[in-house]
Nanobody, 123 residues
Framework: QVQLVESGGGLVQPGGSLRLSCAAS????????MGWYRQAPGKERELVAA???????NYADSVKGRFTMSRDNAKNSVHLQMNSLKPEDTAVYYC?????????????????WGQGTQVTVSS
């Protein structure tokens, strides 16, 4: 059973920083693209940043220059460094991964989501 576990959310003042982490565990063969999404109350879930297995990153326009996503393939983990945080960054942040895994008699590629971590930017 593959799991994604996020950590690092919390309350921070405008202009502050937070670092989110996400670790994948289980019977993993390989991980393709991983991403961070967020969902604010009353809004749809949106892509914040994504990184390919080769380290190519893509960011939403709203976070470019402020957020940096990185990846540690050896540890099956990703991080999101968030600087210059704004109140509009307040949301639940979810980790997503395209993961190939195995179980007895079966190889499969599926989308996996973490449970989400709350980020609140407020004075």
């Amino acid at each position: 059973q593959v799991q994604l576990v996020e950590s690092g959310g919390g309350l921070v003042q405008p202009g502050g920083s937070l670092r989110l982490s996400c670790a994948a565990s289980g019977a993993i063969l390989s991980i393709n693209t991983m991403g961070w999404y967020r969902q604010a109350p009353g809004k749809e879930r949106e892509l914040v940043a994504a990184i390919t297995s080769g380290g190519v990153t893509n960011y939403a326009d709203s976070v470019k220059g402020r957020f940096t996503m990185s990846r540690d393939n050896a540890k099956n983990s990703v991080h999101l460094q968030m600087n210059s945080l704004k109140p509009e960054d307040t949301a639940v942040y979810y980790c997503h991964g395209q993961i190939f895994s195995y179980s007895p008699g079966r190889l499969s590629g599926d989308d996996y989501w973490g449970q989400g971590t709350q980020v609140t930017v407020s004075s």
